[in-house]
């Protein structure tokens, strides 16, 4: 079983049910598209499928209580009033390196969307994968757009032939940021923001084991920008995430304090404020500050814990209660 076959299995049958989780399913260029919240309201079944998705069926995610019994914020964050999005793999770098990360731009005249899920694998072309391996020839391919607008037909089968396959074998789930289907499935990134940092910081992967992550889930404001804003800060700012690994422990207490978002300059401010700072240039920001608030190795061979970071509750406040149009008024000021 492949990254894109297990999706596909995943979300095929959705399709035809798609109005049962808030969504509807149309023919783009031979391809279908599965609106999970851009002119359909989706919902949390909705989010939950595109994370899962996104996952190439190699993780879970949950929405569960913050403050619940066992919760990874146990300890560190005192009655978190806010719903928590879990996510979980047993096989954490092909999940969420080959198959979840938001690794490239669709963009052509008149549109523009953030591409992840499975169909990256099969398409291939990030230098990523140069290092994690995991290419794949597939034979189906599901990918997910973080956008406004349903793609249109040119770009739907533009994406089926970079995959090398047929159209009607492949599902695009779409949504854009301000719903709650689009929020969810990004907040689900924690772990996968984990990852992807300590690849940046030449971390043997092959060390991972296994990993779970945990954020808070923020309202949904009307407006894509602010939504962005609160769901960078879920994890910036909220995010715990859990990784068991191997090896030695000197390695691990000299790489913890670079794989936390407090090892960025620019970390003390809701996101929205540095994006504004850097001219909403997202290359212009501090690259260092894309990490997890808390990372926690687990060292299964030596037995020893080992914590690194903080979480900033009152940041999160900050950006999940600030009102939307306060926000956007702050950005164009």
Request: a negative charge; one cysteine or more.
């Amino acid at each position: 079983m492949t990254l894109n076959q297990n999706a596909f299995d995943l979300v095929g049958p959705w399709a035809e049910r798609a109005g049962e989780i808030g969504g509807a399913c149309h023919d783009r260029g031979g391809a279908r598209v599965l609106d999970c919240g851009v002119k359909q309201p989706g919902g949390v079944e909705a989010g939950l499928l595109m994370a899962r998705a996104a996952l190439g069926g190699l993780g879970d995610v949950a929405v569960v209580p913050a403050a619940a019994a066992g919760s990874a914020f146990a300890g560190l964050w005192v009655d978190c009033p806010w719903p928590a999005v879990a996510v979980s793999s047993g096989s954490p770098v092909a999940a969420c390196l080959a198959a979840q990360y938001a690794g490239w731009k669709v963009s052509t005249p008149g549109y523009f969307a953030m591409a992840s899920g499975p169909i990256r694998s099969a398409i291939g072309r990030e230098a990523i994968f140069d290092t994690i391996g995991l290419r794949e020839r597939a034979r189906v391919a599901v990918g997910l757009l973080e956008t406004s607008k349903l793609p249109p037909d040119e770009v739907c089968a533009k994406l089926a032939a970079d995959a090398g396959v047929d159209p009607v074998h492949v599902v695009l789930l779409v949504a854009r940021t301000a719903s709650i289907a689009g929020s969810l499935q990004v907040v689900a990134r924690s772990l996968e923001t984990a990852l992807h940092k300590l690849h940046e910081e030449h971390f043997d992967l092959s060390r991972i084991v296994a990993g779970r992550g945990l954020a808070p889930l923020p309202p949904v404001p009307d407006d894509d920008l602010v939504a962005i804003g609160r769901t960078n800060d879920a994890i910036l700012y909220g995010g715990h995430v859990v990784l068991e690994v191997t090896g030695d422990d000197a390695s691990l207490a000299e790489i913890g304090p670079r794989s936390v978002s407090r090892a960025s300059a620019s970390y003390g401010e809701p996101f929205l404020a540095l994006f504004a700072r850097a001219g909403h240039d997202f290359y212009a920001l501090d690259p260092a500050l894309f990490a997890p608030a808390v990372v926690e190795f687990v060292n299964l061979d030596t037995g020893r814990r080992h914590r690194f970071g903080g979480l900033a509750p009152e940041i999160v406040e900050r950006s999940f209660t600030t009102p939307a149009d306060a926000q956007a008024g702050r950005l164009d000021s």
